[in-house]
């Protein structure tokens, strides 16, 4: 019994050795996106007219995002001309490769509770981001009062 212990220990041994080395391949490359980005934001939800300015500025440590965003813009419904801003954090994460996929989710101080998620993709060579998602615009009370489905183009 003794000797059949010893030649199992070795084989077990091997094979986890084997499966480390499988684990270790080449690193993934990531595209570098950090930055600012700036882009316009424009739709219309129950009858009001959003046109906006939207940035945002990632930093980037391989797969993960972080950063800060910002708006400013109007609100028109035809006879109201509301101003409106905000701004938050951006977290998210960039898949590996050339145009990689990109998803953040954004949220404000102002609302603990609020966050918004965008997925898109960033284009290596002309160096934009495109992300798709809603843009909601919150009461004092943090309750969404308009949702634009939006999809924003933002360049270096």
Known sequence: MRTRLLLALPV??????????????????????????????????????LQALFSITLTQSAGNLSGSYGLSGTLNDGVNLVTIQGAGTVTGTIAAGNNPSVNVTIRTALCPNYQAHFSGAYDSVNQKLTISGPVDILNNSCAIVLTYQSTIILSR
């Open 12 to 49: 077990t041994a091997f094979v986890a050795v084997a499966c480390s080395k499988d684990a270790t391949g080449p690193s993934p490359t990531y595209a570098n996106i950090a930055g600012t980005y700036n882009g316009a934001l424009a739709g219309t939800a129950q009858g009001v007219a």
